[in-house]
């Protein structure tokens, strides 16, 4: 309806007022006397007359509800503008709030670890694959302040490991996570420093965890116990957290006692980690 009018509208009225001149005219050739015809005249142009004015009024409300709803929309679509945009604003300093509680962090750990060089990056995408856990990070030989080497070991703010950079490309690394079938760290757990090995196990991949085995005989393994690294080869800093003893399980034959380790790293939330490009090698 509201195109038809604004479309017709003005025929509309065209002929409302055109049909009124013509009863206008036809009064007027009439004279003053009230003889049959003009009677006649008077009782159809007073209905036509009515009619024509009734129909003016109603093309006037058309046209002050179409102008009326035309703001409306315009002043819908301008909120709807403001609204995103203050939703974005609140985003934005959400993010720059984290960013900021991310740097904090940052520092704290990097005053403990003066020998540390790091290098920040962003997470771009993850594998979609079941049979392996990495992620691409924003950082590689073009685009780095230090250099990045296959092997080097990525951190959150807080030193939680949480892998190591398996291929480097010149924008880009793709980094295996803690938790990988195929990652193998050397570790230290609880308050005895019982040395054994965080390797990546399948079926623990699936639930999120890894596996603390190659123990030696008297090693006691307590729920709740820190897992952190030992040191062990030239890529990965002892002293970082891997994680948490979440249970402690046997083999099949029963004789052997392993771990099943929480990642201390949340890997369903992270955006943001540090690669550990250089450190001193503790003797």
Same mark, same amino acid.
């Given at each position: #309806?509201?195109?038809?009018?604004?479309?017709?509208?003005?025929?509309?009225?065209?002929?409302?007022?055109?049909?009124?001149?013509?009863?206008?005219?036809?009064?007027? *050739?009439?004279?003053?006397?009230?003889?049959?015809?003009? +009677?006649?005249?008077?009782?159809?142009?007073?209905?036509?007359?009515?009619?024509?004015?009734?129909?003016?009024?109603?093309?006037?409300?058309?046209?002050?509800?179409?102008?009326?709803?035309? @703001?409306?929309?315009? /002043?819908?679509?301008? *909120?709807?503008?403001?609204?995103?945009?203050?939703? @974005?604003?609140?985003?934005?300093?959400?993010?720059?709030? $984290?960013? +900021?509680?991310?740097?904090? $962090?940052?520092?704290?750990?990097?005053?403990?670890? /003066?020998?540390?060089? #790091?290098?920040?990056?962003?997470?771009?995408?993850?594998?979609?694959?079941?049979?392996?856990?990495? !992620?691409?990070?924003?950082?590689? =030989?073009? +685009?780095?302040?230090? $250099?990045?080497?296959?092997?080097?070991?990525?951190?959150?703010?807080?030193?939680?490991?949480?892998? @190591?950079? &398996? /291929?480097?490309?010149?924008?880009?690394? =793709?980094?295996?996570?803690?938790?990988?079938?195929?990652?193998?760290?050397?570790? *230290?757990?609880?308050?005895?420093?019982?040395?054994?090995?965080?390797?990546?196990? !399948?079926?623990?991949? @699936?639930?999120?965890?890894?596996?603390?085995?190659?123990?030696?005989? +008297?090693?006691?393994?307590?729920?709740?116990?820190?897992?952190?690294?030992?040191?062990?080869?030239?890529?990965?800093?002892?002293?970082?957290?891997?994680?948490? &003893?979440?249970?402690?399980?046997?083999?099949?034959?029963?004789?052997?006692?392993?771990?099943?380790?929480?990642?201390?790293?949340? *890997?369903?939330?992270?955006?943001?980690?540090?690669? &550990?490009?250089?450190?001193?090698?503790?003797?």
């Amino acid at each position: #309806m509201k195109d038809y009018i604004k479309k017709n509208g003005l025929r509309v009225g065209i002929v409302v007022i055109v049909v009124a001149l013509v009863v206008a005219l036809a009064a007027s *050739l009439l004279g003053g006397s009230a003889g049959l015809l003009a +009677n006649l005249s008077g009782s159809v142009a007073n209905p036509v007359r009515q009619a024509a004015s009734s129909v003016v009024d109603w093309i006037e409300g058309i046209y002050g509800y179409i102008y009326e709803y035309d @703001q409306l929309v315009e /002043e819908n679509n301008n *909120l709807r503008a403001q609204l995103a945009e203050a939703q @974005q604003e609140a985003i934005n300093a959400a993010e720059y709030e $984290e960013e +900021n509680q991310r740097l904090r $962090e940052l520092l704290g750990f990097a005053e403990k670890h /003066e020998d540390f060089v #790091m290098e920040s990056a962003k997470i771009t995408e993850w594998t979609s694959s079941n049979w392996s856990s990495t !992620f691409t990070i924003s950082k590689g =030989t073009a +685009n780095a302040t230090n $250099e990045i080497e296959v092997g080097d070991c990525v951190i959150t703010e807080y030193g939680a490991l949480v892998g @190591q950079i &398996i /291929e480097v490309g010149s924008t880009w690394c =793709t980094v295996r996570t803690i938790i990988d079938s195929s990652i193998d760290v050397g570790a *230290l757990v609880g308050e005895a420093r019982s040395v054994g090995m965080c390797i990546g196990d !399948f079926a623990l991949m @699936q639930e999120g965890c890894l596996k603390l085995t190659y123990l030696a005989e +008297n090693a006691q393994l307590v729920e709740g116990d820190v897992v952190t690294t030992s040191g062990k080869g030239s890529y990965i800093p002892s002293g970082l957290i891997i994680g948490y &003893i979440q249970s402690v399980l046997s083999e099949a034959n029963g004789q052997i006692i392993y771990g099943v380790v929480e990642p201390a790293c949340d *890997l369903d939330n992270l955006s943001q980690v540090y690669i &550990i490009t250089d450190f001193t090698i503790q003797e």
